[in-house]
């Protein structure tokens, strides 16, 4: 196999892996869409950004599998390597924590984090500005929308200067903030 073709068969691995873990779970919009196509769009905004490496999209593929799924680390870290599973593992957030407590932490991580997990996180708060200004996630009303928009833009200000197209899309996301 070249490396293009193992390159390829890695991140529909992931994409099968993710699709599975996520099979019972639908996204928050009215339309209740499959919760896979919020994976799918993180990758299809770092492709058209020009990042093609690999391993960050079968992490964008798979960012959501820790946190919201029964996927354990070493399970990841069984299917994909320690790489993977370290920028999934490093855009995860510690559910057990109150909602301020994740989102204080989530702002700290954004700093010291790695330049994929970092790639990651922008791709995944551009895609979730999206969503909330096409089809806001029931029952958030406009001051709770506003609320995440800012909150958004806080843990991108902590790790901006790591891709200028992606840093851009996040911008032009924000400016249609409700
Ligand atoms: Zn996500």
Redesign the pocket.
């Known amino acids: 196999m070249s490396n293009k073709e193992k390159n390829l068969t890695l991140v529909l691995k992931a994409l099968t892996f993710a699709a599975e873990k996520h099979r019972h779970q639908r996204q928050d919009d009215a339309a209740a869409s499959p919760y896979i196509n919020?994976?799918i769009a993180?990758v299809n905004l770092l492709i058209e950004v020009g990042v093609t490496d690999s391993k960050v999209i079968s992490a964008a593929l798979l960012?959501?599998t820790l946190?919201?799924t029964d996927t354990t680390y070493a399970e990841l870290k069984i299917h994909f390597g320690k790489k993977i599973s370290d920028i999934v593992w490093e855009?995860t957030d510690d559910k057990s924590l109150t909602d301020a407590e994740r989102r204080r932490i989530q702002i700290a991580h954004a700093k010291t984090a790695s330049k994929h997990a970092k790639l990651v996180k922008l791709a995944?708060k551009t895609?979730?500005l999206r969503d909330i200004i096409k089809t806001p996630p029931v029952g958030w009303d406009i001051k709770r929308q506003r609320d995440y928009f800012d909150w958004a833009q806080e843990v991108i200000d902590a790790l901006r200067g790591v891709h200028k197209k992606l840093e851009k899309a996040f911008d032009k996301a924000y400016a249609l903030r409700p």
């Open positions: 919020h994976p993180l960012h959501d946190e919201d855009v995944d895609c979730n």
